[in-house]
């Protein structure tokens, strides 16, 4: 009668309702039955007794840059590991859709820190694709592991159009004929079933290889009128802008909420990057969420930041760090491809002038708090460091900690692994975060950074902190509306078939532990990525996910993955906007 069952579990529909114990039966990768009742279990090939356990829609992942990746490795284990059944591509104006190769490496290595050397043979040899209908035939017929949902970048777009050396000419400006040329392949794009159009307009995130290396994303370079245009195709379709704002000036979040509100006109949904309690500005998060609801309210706009429900821990090899480009020092070093002139480079005393000069700098616009008594050696080819933090080693040295540093670059280079807090460092703040209307659960940034962080858990996380607060008497929020938060809110802003279950609807599942919502979410762990040979990057390993399925199938089971998975199709799908 069914392909596969789970019964006794706590059953959280996505909607919002409270959780009941139900039995669910799957079959043709739909759900089949929810039921009060125990059902049939006759010639089921997969019984999953959920006793204890919750069972809830899988996890939508709205911000990743698996773009590359999916290419090479299309199971994206990192993510259903966690229960993640559906993520979004394309993301801050780098998709891989129309430009070539070359541009599209050019475009996503250096930005989302995965080496350059693994990206763009990847690409030469399996980009096939130069339009968005193409580009969504070759997800079509890709061995998906979760559903995929894609932007089309910004970037990628101007790039397309206008070539990689016009689309980062400050003095260029797309003719008549160019920008009707964009709003053209924006709208096949949307035909295409994509979601909409991603953009950056922050200029600390700069292009690698050599043509145009450490320019802007070409999305920096674009004028406002080319917003307007492009963002009247995404009002007029119904579809999706996500940006990110200048945070040098900080002054065109109001753009972006001036082109999202519905006075007179439709709204635009627009979200950007990020709402997180910086510790650089320790004011801004608990006073932006509550002032951009309220306008929100006023004005008919549909805006919603970005948020994460953990601490926004980083970790860095030497300078290999997106945050260095926030400098001018930093941004000098990191133009700098080969680690002997980098060594050069920090032993020039006018750079290290400047270098001192931009860490104690207290004013101006940054992420990274610069303080180096949070800056925690992990790993280090002197065992004797490991533990300190670089201010520490400094002080009891007579150094200041930006000479020390330095110093510690050129003897060590890319092997001085240190970690940082850049955000999240208040509970009480990040319980707010959460529960703010006009914030979205999501920029975990997987498949990004590889080097730097890990949150691919970041759903089983957001139910670790709703259910710690429950157990320590405080209230969060309901655990059915935080499920909502992960699964049918998210599906239901971006217009996409996910995020709910309910008889008919495809059976995206998760089985979680909540017993085993602990400690081990938090922990720090390193695995080598499939289809990248020999590359590490940071993941993590907590076991609260006891089974997830797609398109229902068992993807994920007690730690081991469906043989077929990432090679046969029938798994994750395309899913596109609107349909």
């Known amino acids: 009668m069914f392909d596969v069952l789970i019964k006794n579990g706590l059953f959280f529909d996505g909607t919002g309702a409270p959780a009941v114990p139900r039995h669910l039966g799957i079959r043709d990768g739909k759900v089949a039955a929810i039921s009060a009742e125990p059902l049939d279990e006759s010639d089921c ?16 992942d709205m911000h990743t840059h698996y773009d590359a990746e999916l290419v090479a490795a299309p199971a994206l284990k990192e993510s259903v590991r966690h229960g993640v059944t559906t993520v979004m591509i394309g993301s801050c104006s780098i998709s891989m859709v129309l430009s070539a190769p070359e541009d599209c490496s050019d475009l996503f290595t250096r930005v989302e820190s995965v080496p350059r050397e693994h990206v763009l043979p990847l690409l030469q040899a399996r980009k096939t694709w130069s339009s968005a209908a193409d580009y969504a035939a070759f997800l079509d017929r890709h061995p998906l592991g979760p559903n995929i949902c894609s932007f089309l970048g ?58 145009q290396r450490s320019k802007s994303l070409p999305s920096v370079y674009a004028p406002w009128r080319e917003y307007v245009r492009l963002n009247r195709v995404l009002r007029r379709r119904g579809r999706i802008h996500q940006g990110a704002p200048n945070l040098v000036t900080k002054l065109n979040v109001f753009a972006f909420l001036w082109e999202s509100m519905g006075l007179l006109r439709k709204p635009l949904k627009t979200t950007l990057i990020t709402l997180m309690d910086v510790k650089a500005d320790p004011w801004l998060a608990p006073i932006l969420g509550p002032l951009t609801r309220w306008v929100a309210r006023l004005t008919r706009a549909d805006f919603r930041w970005q948020t994460l429900p953990v601490p926004f821990v980083t970790y860095a090899d030497g300078m290999e760090f997106v945050v260095f480009e926030e400098f001018p020092s930093g941004e000098a070093a990191l133009h700098l491809a080969s680690q002997d ?8 005393p006018a750079y290290r002038r400047q270098f001192r000069h931009d860490v104690d700098k207290r004013f101006g616009p940054r992420v990274w708090h610069r303080d180096f008594d949070d800056a925690w050696i992990v790993d280090c080819p002197d065992a004797s460091l490991a533990g300190h933090s670089v201010g520490e080693l400094a002080k009891a040295r007579g150094m200041h900690p930006g000479d020390l540093f330095l110093d510690l670059l050129v003897e060590h280079g890319p092997r001085l692994r240190w970690r940082t807090l850049i955000a999240n460092h ?7 975060l959460v529960t703010e209307p006009c914030t979205l659960i ?74 085993r919502l602990d400690a081990k979410l938090e922990g720090y762990h390193e695995a080598l990525m499939e289809g990248f040979d020999g590359l590490a990057r940071m993941v993590n390993r907590g076991d609260a996910v006891q089974a997830t ?16 998975l990432g090679q046969a199709r029938g798994y994750g799908q395309f899913l596109r906007a609107g349909t």
Do not use: C
């Not at 997969?46 to 899988?58: C, F, H, K, R, Y």
């Not at 920008?179 to 794009?189: H, K, P, Y």
């Not at 157990?471 to 996910?498: K, S």
């Not at 399925?549 to 077929?564: S, T, W």
């Open 45 to 60: 090939a997969e019984v999953i007794d959920a006793s204890g356990q919750w069972l809830m829609p899988g996890f939508i």
């Open 426 to 432: 208040r509970q009480h703040v990040v319980e707010k």
């Open 442 to 515: 999501g920029f975990a940034d997987s498949g990004a950074h590889i080097r730097n962080m890990a949150f691919y858990n970041f759903a089983a996380r957001l139910l670790k902190l709703v259910r710690d607060a429950e157990q320590r008497g405080d209230h969060v929020m309901p655990m059915e509306q935080a499920v909502w938060r992960l699964t049918g809110e998210l599906g239901a802003w971006f217009g996409v078939d996910a995020g709910v279950l309910a008889v008919g609807k495809r059976a995206d599942v998760v089985v979680l532990d909540p017993q």
């Open 341 to 348: 002139l980098r060594s050069e480079l920090f032993r020039d």
């Open 154 to 211: 910004h970037s990628d777009l101007r790039v397309a159009v206008l070539g990689l050396e016009r689309s980062v000419d400050a003095n260029v400006r797309p003719s008549e004929a160019e920008l009707t040329r964009m709003e053209q392949l924006l709208d096949e794009a949307l035909d295409a079933g994509l979601l909409g159009l991603s953009s950056m307009t922050n200029p600390w995130d700069k292009l690698d290889g050599e043509r």
């Open 549 to 564: 399925l797609i398109n229902g199938r068992v993807a994920y089971r007690h730690g081991e993955f469906a043989a077929d």
